[in-house]
C-alpha cells in the first residue's frame, strides 16, 4: 500500500531552526510537495521537489532524496505565526496526491 | 495566483436535509477538481475526483448516492451531502488543477465546515 510518515507534532522555539521529516512509499513518484495548513483552514502551498536536493525559497528550505524516499522541510528563524500543520503529499503514478497525517508545530516565545 | 473559492464557508442544518457546497475556479479552467474531508486533528481525506463533463471518481468507502458531484463547467464543480446526519459532519475542501506539470498543481478552496444538528 501506499504511506507517508511524519511526526505528529513538534515543538520549537521562536527564532530556532526546526526540521520536519517526511518518508513515503507510494506507487510511482512524480513529485513532493509540502503544504501550511492553519487550524480551520484549508492548505497553502510551500514547496515542490522533484529532484534530489535542497530547494530554497526564504525561510523554508525543502530537501528531497527520492532513492531513500525520504524528505524534510527546513524552518529557520521561526516566527509565532509558522504555528501550524505542516502536510507532505507525494504525487504517485496516477499523478493522485497522496497525503500525509500532517506535522502540528508548536512554536513557544 | 490561481484562485478557488468555495460557497458556503460554514452551514449548520438539521439531521435529514441536504447541503449544496459549490467551487469554483475563479481565473483558470481546471481539468480535474478533487473533494476532500478532513476531520479534527486528521489528515486531508480524498473523497472524489471529478472532470468535467463525466461521472466522478469516488474513493473506496465514499457513498457516491449520498455524496453527490456535479461538474457542470471547467470553473464549478459542486458537491451535494444528500440526507446529511451528525456523522458528515466536517470540513469539506475542494481543489482545482489546472493540469500543467510540475509544481503548478492543485489550488485549494478555503474550505467549508459542515455541522449537522
Known amino acids: 500500500g501506499q504511506n507517508i510518515d511524519q511526526p505528529t507534532e513538534m515543538t520549537a522555539t521562536e527564532g530556532a531552526i526546526v526540521q520536519i521529516n517526511c518518508t513515503y512509499q507510494?506507487?510511482?513518484?512524480?513529485?513532493l510537495f509540502w503544504y501550511q495548513q492553519h487550524a480551520g483552514e484549508a492548505p497553502t502551498f510551500l514547496s515542490y521537489?522533484?529532484l534530489d536536493g535542497l530547494e530554497e525559497k526564504g525561510r523554508f528550505s525543502s530537501f528531497l532524496s527520492r532513492s531513500k524516499g525520504y524528505s524534510y522541510l527546513l524552518l529557520k528563524e521561526l516566527q509565532m505565526k509558522d504555528s501550524a500543520s505542516y502536510l507532505c503529499?507525494?504525487?504517485?503514478?496516477?499523478?493522485?496526491?497522496?497525503w500525509g497525517a500532517g506535522t502540528k508545530l508548536i512554536i513557544k516565545p | 495566483g490561481a484562485v478557488v473559492s468555495q460557497h458556503p464557508s460554514w452551514v449548520i442544518c438539521k439531521s435529514g436535509t441536504s447541503v449544496k457546497i459549490e467551487c469554483r475556479s475563479l481565473?483558470?479552467?481546471?481539468?480535474?477538481m478533487f473533494w476532500y474531508r478532513q476531520f479534527p486533528k486528521q489528515s486531508l481525506m480524498l473523497m472524489a475526483t471529478?472532470?468535467?463533463?463525466?461521472?466522478?471518481?469516488?474513493e473506496q468507502g465514499v457513498e457516491k448516492d449520498k455524496f453527490l458531484i456535479n461538474h457542470a463547467s471547467l470553473t464549478l464543480s459542486t458537491l451535494t451531502v444528500t440526507s446529511a446526519h451528525p456523522e458528515d459532519s466536517s470540513f469539506y475542501i475542494c481543489?482545482?488543477?489546472?493540469?500543467?506539470?510540475?509544481?503548478?498543481?492543485?489550488?485549494f478552496g478555503p474550505g467549508t465546515r459542515l455541522t449537522v444538528l
Open positions: 481543489s482545482a488543477d489546472r493540469g500543467l506539470a510540475g509544481s503548478d498543481t492543485q489550488y
Open positions: 481565473d483558470f479552467q481546471a481539468t480535474t
Open positions: 471529478s472532470n468535467e463533463g463525466s461521472k466522478a471518481t469516488y
Open positions: 507510494t506507487s510511482g513518484f512524480n513529485g
Open positions: 521537489n522533484v
Open positions: 503529499a507525494v504525487r504517485d503514478s496516477n499523478y493522485q496526491l497522496i
